[in-house]
Antibody
């Protein structure tokens, strides 16, 4: 059974850099086709896809946020790290990481999410 | 404003059938990209309900079904139950935006 869990700060100040870690088990990011993505959801609003990284280190970023995002993976630790620079109050949201079985499928298994508030 | 348009809300009585639409364009659903559906219960992470337009993952009741035609897709729920009250989202890929896009979400109320 595959599981994912997000971790990181619950509060960041405007202009700071956010670093979130997705720790997972039950699958490997060295398996052909597999990916891990990040999706966020502001309070009371819709889901927004941010980025995905695949087993071969291929990375796809949301064009609207590409300049602020960096995603990396540590296959040996079963972790994926997301950094987002220049945080703003509008970035306040629950951030989810999710497993993708291949480049054509859905994000099928999600972590519980972590709420990040941007405030001074 | 999402490129995938969903009705903000739908409602139905227990036992009834409801449908939720997801309307896109020629750069996403109309281009042949798959549509996936998620159910989000209050305070929880989204759960995959329909994968690849019509496929139900293991454990999803057959009361839930998906379809796709042209530039739109639909999620149908039959035999509505109180536990179905949740937010529902569609997801697809958009070639113009070069990324995955979610619909704006639909809140289902069971009367």
């Amino acid at each position: 059974q595959s599981t994912l869990k997000e971790s990181g700060p619950t509060l960041v100040k405007p202009t700071q850099t956010l670093t979130l870690t997705c720790s997972f088990s039950g699958f490997s990011l060295s398996t052909s086709g597999v990916g891990v993505g990040w999706i966020r959801q502001p309070p009371g609003k819709a889901l927004e896809w941010l980025v995905v990284i695949y087993w071969d280190d291929d990375k796809r970023y949301s064009p609207s946020l590409k300049s602020r995002l960096t995603i990396t993976k540590d296959t040996s630790k079963n972790q994926v790290v997301l950094t987002m620079t220049n945080m703003d109050p509008v970035d306040t949201a629950t951030y989810y990481c999710a497993h993708r079985p291949d480049r054509y499928g859905a994000f099928d298994i999600w972590g519980p999410g972590t709420m990040v508030t941007v405030s001074s | 404003q999402s490129v995938l348009t969903q009705p903000p809300s739908v409602s139905g009585a227990p036992g009834q059938r409801v449908t939720i639409s997801c309307t896109g364009s020629s750069s996403n659903i109309g281009a042949g990209f798959d549509v996936h559906w998620y159910q989000q219960l209050p305070g929880t992470a989204p759960k995959l309900l329909i994968d690849g337009n019509t496929n139900r993952p293991s454990g999803v009741p057959d009361r839930f079904s998906g379809s796709k035609s042209g530039t739109s897709a639909s999620l149908a729920i039959t035999g509505l139950q109180a536990e179905d009250e949740a937010d529902y989202y569609c997801l697809s890929y958009d070639s113009s935006l070069s990324g995955w896009v979610f619909g704006g979400g639909t809140k289902l109320t069971v009367l």
